[in-house]
């Protein structure tokens, strides 16, 4: 799938976004990366002026002013797609998990709570109306990914299947590493769980797709940020990028074959 026009299915990542202390920054540093172009709304109470990031003019991600409404510095906030906002708001505390904002409208564009989980990892819930969430997935400039690393995964595994129901596989490409696919109940994948005893802190870490890693962690470190060197492993080519704001994420160039 690549063009999204309507809601993905219930505990899909759907939507992506990042507070911002600075928003001409942000875009300066991301348009580089990327390519992206923006739209920044007029404040409103539940915003605060929200800029939405576009690739070919649909929206892929967003930025916000940083706040404290819900402090997790260092990663994108990844949101879960729901069909009801409120019920899945509700299965998170019976689950183990934390409300950090409870169910909210934001206008017409759909329905949001933000919530952490019994590791500490932070991620929100979006029902959609007129938002589905990201318009293009898994195509370069685009999310391809998310991924809960932790230094505790067992609690981390035991909460997500209770809240979407996911199923857990195992991953024999990466022999020797603690990590276990995500998969809905019709069998989709939607990410993993990565067990790092190293990890400082547990957080839901974002890929997007690139046509080249080398040329994009070029452009990273050229336009303020950083990154680690390129590296292939069995699912693509890959690097570790912090932006100026040392906000951390992760890019990829997939082969034709690893591609959806």
């Known amino acids: 799938m690549s063009l999204v026009d309507s809601n993905q299915p219930d505990s899909t990542p759907t939507w992506i976004d990042l507070d911002v ?59 879960f797609a729901t069909q009801d906002c409120d019920a899945t708001a509700r299965r998170v505390v019976d689950a183990g998990g934390t409300l950090t904002q409870a169910p909210l409208d934001i206008a017409d564009r759909g329905r949001v709570a933000l919530a952490v989980d019994p590791v500490g990892a932070r991620f929100g819930l979006w029902q959609g109306r007129t938002h589905p969430g990201c318009r293009i997935v898994n195509e370069p400039g685009s999310l391809v990914r998310n991924d809960l690393s932790t230094p505790d995964p067992d609690p981390a595994r035991d909460f997500y299947t209770a809240l979407f129901g996911f199923t857990l596989d195992g991953n024999d490409d990466l022999p020797g590493l603690d990590f276990t696919f995500l998969r809905r109940p019709d069998g989709h994948e939607i990410g993993g769980i990565f067990g790092d005893p190293a990890a400082a802190a547990s957080a839901w870490q974002t890929t997007f797709e690139v ?8 452009r990273a470190v050229a336009a303020g940020g950083a990154a680690g ?32």
Do not use: K, N, Q
């Not at 300066?28 to 007029?42: P, Q, V």
């Open 21 to 79: 202390p600075d928003l001409d920054r942000a875009t300066e540093f991301y348009r580089a990366l990327f390519g992206w172009d923006f739209h920044t709304a007029a404040p409103t109470a539940e915003t605060g002026g929200y800029t939405t990031c576009l690739l070919r003019g649909r929206a892929v991600a967003g930025f916000g002013p940083a706040s404290e409404r819900d402090p997790a510095p260092g990663f994108w906030r990844m949101y």
């Open 229 to 260: 060197e390129p590296t292939d492993f069995p699912y693509g080519r890959y690097a570790e990028i912090t932006d100026p704001f040392g906000t951390a994420f992760s890019v990829i160039t997939r082969p034709p074959s690893r591609r959806e």
């Open 211 to 218: 046509a080249d890693t080398d040329a994009v962690a070029e």
